[in-house]
């Protein structure tokens, strides 16, 4: 969020104050959309992408894991969630929130966030709380078990995401030191990345990987899905502007150039690489290119855009293939390949094409462009190193209390039928 | 009687029933199968990982024939369902002891 909203929530002790900031419609429209859209990439968006990856007797399980976090994070975001992320800490302020706006205490109908009722806010940040942890799913699918994931999202959005949004957007220490990160690089998907990457590490592999083959049981459902996220992600990077102006229109410009430039660069590469280039690459390529551009959209230009998607493609068509292949690790949808990957280079180069020199928004007054690389580069690893030894501790404590992992014979059964009792698919 | 299993290549399904009809066979249970035999498979790439796919989808027919039929049915059957590539099938003739007619209760070659 590229305004300052430090203050913002305390408005809601004041109701009816009239300050220079008055409701204003057409941003509150467009935000309502941009809140629609974002949760529309969640259900159905990123659960047909992944569904259409995993086998088909799993593909179930994952449009039902997508679905449950969606209604828990949403429980929680109400309780607390929302408060620790953009409420004041007092003393603790640069790391997390404070309780002042539990169950949304100082939220009232009249309540606005800058040009915006505080509750579109709200439920539009919430949509961002729903879907890092939808990504995780791609890390440990097909073989994790539902109540441990259950608590794992539980326990993760509020050790990790709250925090690390309140780091960034809610008035904490890295957005105050001045980190660029638009529509949430570091908050979604360095965040997601990273508990993947460390969730596919503590399950362990799936029996049978990589010898035996696991292809996607149904990519047409996979390339609708991708194709959701895509237009989706017009309300995610455009609607991180909290406006319908100039800088939105800007983000979804980008947004799109970016995603076009990866697509077609994974493709490429695949197409050089293996001899044919295929459907699931440039989908996969296309979400890299949405990934990269995230925390860049409202403060790069088209030039920027398509060096970014360039990037991206290359960096995440790498990443998904051969880092994980020489790896050896089984981050089964390459949630680490793609949005670990991507979120990196992605907050890294908005540092660089933040420049109005190369078509961005401008540095900031006397900061140069080595000054806010320095200051990406922090935020970048703060994430990491934070999320990923939280995220460790997390899995190991739940691992010791209820186990993580679904036995044997249910992961060869598949879990629709052993975990949920049901078929996606009964032809 | 006869009991004549052919594994064809799926395309070939219809080009086959029509030559059957024409001389005069007219039931046949088709079933999907997967199979191979010096028909090579291929390779499917999926984000880096590649996999062997061994066995190709083929169609499997049955039909039962009077004895008589027999020669005539494996002309037929090799002339619609080859292409003169590796991988065009094989027929299986086997010896069928009974035939009953479910409806009628018919037997033998009646029922056929």
Same mark, same amino acid.
């Given at each position: 969020m590229k305004r300052s909203i430090k203050w913002l929530p305390l408005l809601g002790l004041l109701p009816g104050l009239v300050l220079a900031d008055e409701l204003n419609s057409g941003d509150t429209a467009w935000m309502l959309t941009s809140t629609a859209l974002v949760l529309f990439m969640t259900i159905p968006g990123l659960s047909l992408f992944y569904a259409g990856m995993v086998r088909a007797k799993n593909a179930l399980s994952v449009m039902m894991q997508c679905f449950a976090i969606t209604a828990l994070v949403t429980i929680i975001w109400t309780v607390y969630g929302y408060s620790l992320a953009f409420s004041d800490g007092g003393s603790m302020n640069a790391f997390v929130g404070g @309780?002042? %706006?539990? !169950?949304?205490? %100082? @939220?009232? @109908?009249?309540? !606005?966030s800058g040009t915006i009722p505080e509750t579109v806010f709200a439920m539009f940040q919430l949509t961002f709380a729903i879907i890092t942890p939808a990504l995780i799913v791609g890390a440990f699918a097909?073989?994790?078990k539902f109540s441990a994931m259950l608590w794992f999202t539980a326990i993760w959005v509020t050790l990790v995401y709250f925090p690390v949004a309140h780091w960034v957007w809610g008035g904490g220490w890295l957005g105050e030191d001045g980190a660029l990160d638009f529509a949430g690089g570091t908050v979604v998907h360095i965040n997601a990345g990273i508990a993947g990457l460390v969730a596919a590490l503590v399950l362990g592999k799936r029996k049978g990987f990589p010898t035996t083959a696991m292809p996607p049981h149904s990519l047409m459902l996979t390339l609708v899905g991708a194709s959701m996220l895509w237009v989706g992600w017009f309300g995610f990077n455009a609607g991180s502007e909290l406006a319908a102006d100039g800088v939105s229109g800007m983000a979804m410009f980008v947004t799109q150039i970016a995603t076009a430039a990866a697509a077609l660069t994974w493709t490429f590469a695949e197409w050089a690489r293996h001899g044919r280039p295929s459907a699931l690459g440039i989908a996969s390529g296309a979400v890299a290119g949405l990934v990269a551009i995230t925390p860049a959209a409202g403060f790069v230009g088209p030039g920027g855009a398509i060096v970014i998607g360039i990037a991206s493609g290359l960096g995440c068509f790498w990443g998904a293939t051969t880092l994980k292949k020489k790896m050896g690790y089984d981050d089964s949808l390459d949630c680490f390949g793609v949005h670990g990957i991507g979120g990196i280079i992605g907050a890294l180069l908005t540092g660089v094409f933040v420049s109005e020199s190369l078509g961005g928004s401008g540095l900031a007054e006397g900061v140069t462009m080595a000054g806010q690389l320095w200051v990406q580069s922090y935020a970048v690893i703060a994430t990491i190193v934070y999320g990923a030894i939280v995220t460790f501790v997390i899995l190991k404590v739940l691992d010791a209390i209820i186990g993580l992992r679904v036995d044997e014979d249910q992961e060869t059964e598949g879990l629709d039928v052993a975990l949920h009792g049901e078929r996606g698919y009964t032809l | 009687m006869k009991l004549v299993s052919a594994v064809i290549k799926p395309f070939k399904l219809d080009d086959v029933r029509e030559a059957l009809s024409e001389i005069g066979v007219r039931g046949i249970t088709v079933t999907e199968v997967k199979g191979f035999g010096r028909q090579k498979g291929h390779t499917e790439l999926y984000r880096g990982a590649e996999y062997v796919v061994d066995f190709l989808p083929k169609i499997k027919l049955e039909v039962a024939i009077d004895t008589d039929l027999l020669d005539q049915v494996i002309e037929t059957l090799c002339k619609a369902a $080859?292409? $003169?590539?590796? $991988?065009d099938g094989k027929i299986f003739v086997t010896p069928l002891e009974n035939v009953v007619r479910i409806r009628t209760g018919e037997t033998g070659v009646d029922a056929i």
């Open positions: @309780v002042s %706006n539990f !169950l949304f205490a %100082n @939220v009232t @109908v009249d309540s !606005l097909e073989r994790m | $080859g292409t $003169g590539k590796i $991988g």
